[in-house]
T-cell receptor
Framework: AQKVTQAQTEISVVEKEDVTLDCVYE???????LFWYKQPPSGELVFLIR??????QNEISGRYSWNFQKSTSSFNFTITASQVVDSAVYFC?????????????FGQGTELSVKP | DSGVTQTPKHLITATGQRVTLRCSPR?????VYWYQQSLDQGLQFLIQ???????AKGNILERFSAQQFPDLHSELNLSSLELGDSALYFC?????????????FGPGTRLTVT
């Protein structure tokens, strides 16, 4: 079975703190893709990053960084020096075993609140 | 702005009714996906179309159906609506039909069934 678990339902931090959002996935496929999406209060889902199962290099984009570890089936997301605009629900998602499709399996989401 | 458009933005209707949600993918994208977001179920994949053909099906009720037209826009039809169908319905699109392509989401249609 394929599953994504985001154990942290809600996280609250003060501006400028670093925060890490955890994501653990399950799949038996050897080729798979992991994604992070952001859902701000306005409601739309914004694509942040895609990572394939063969690339375990960590990625940094500005204040955002992602740590992919196959050994622990985790794909964690860190925001450095958080800002109020980072307040949103963040979803981790998995796509695997879809030979002719690409459906996403989402975690339950982590609601991040950054207070000034 | 993802480039994916959805109409209407909000829809309020009564139980037993039928509604149609519309989605236009990003220019050049051939794949369209529909997802439902509700408080109890989270974000769930419903159905995918690629270049006019159904490609994958998820937890879509028999009362729901979808299609993708030659101009690549898609419609999701929900019939015999129940209170539990109240949710945010997202359409997403991608260039092709495979795990490797990121999906870009529209702003969603918020359906309220009363």
């Amino acid at each position: 079975a394929q599953k994504v678990t985001q154990a942290q339902t809600e996280i609250s931090v003060v501006e400028k703190e670093d925060v890490t959002l955890d994501c653990v996935y399950e799949t038996r496929d050897t080729t798979y893709y992991l994604f992070w999406y952001k859902q701000p209060p306005s409601g739309e889902l914004v694509f942040l990053i895609r990572r394939n199962s063969f690339d375990e290099q960590n990625e940094i984009s500005g204040r955002y960084s992602w740590n992919f570890q196959k050994s622990t089936s985790s794909f964690n997301f860190t925001i450095t020096a958080s800002q109020v605009v980072d307040s949103a629900v963040y979803f981790c998602a998995l796509s695997a075993g879809n030979n002719q499709g690409g459906k996403l399996i989402f975690g339950q989401g982590t609601e991040l609140s950054v207070k000034p | 702005d993802s480039g994916v458009t959805q109409t209407p933005k909000h829809l309020i209707t009564a139980t037993g009714q039928r509604v149609t949600l519309r989605c236009s993918p990003r220019s050049g994208d051939l794949s369209v996906y529909w997802y439902q977001q509700s408080l109890d179920q989270g974000l769930q994949f419903l159905i995918q179309y690629y270049n006019g053909e159904e490609r994958a099906k998820g937890n879509i009720l028999e009362r729901f159906s979808a299609q993708q037209f030659p101009d690549l826009h898609s419609e999701l039809n929900l019939s015999s609506l129940e209170l539990g169908d109240s949710a945010l319905y997202f359409c997403a699109s991608s260039v092709a039909s495979a795990d490797s392509y990121e999906q870009y989401f529209g702003p969603g249609t918020r359906l309220t069934v009363t």
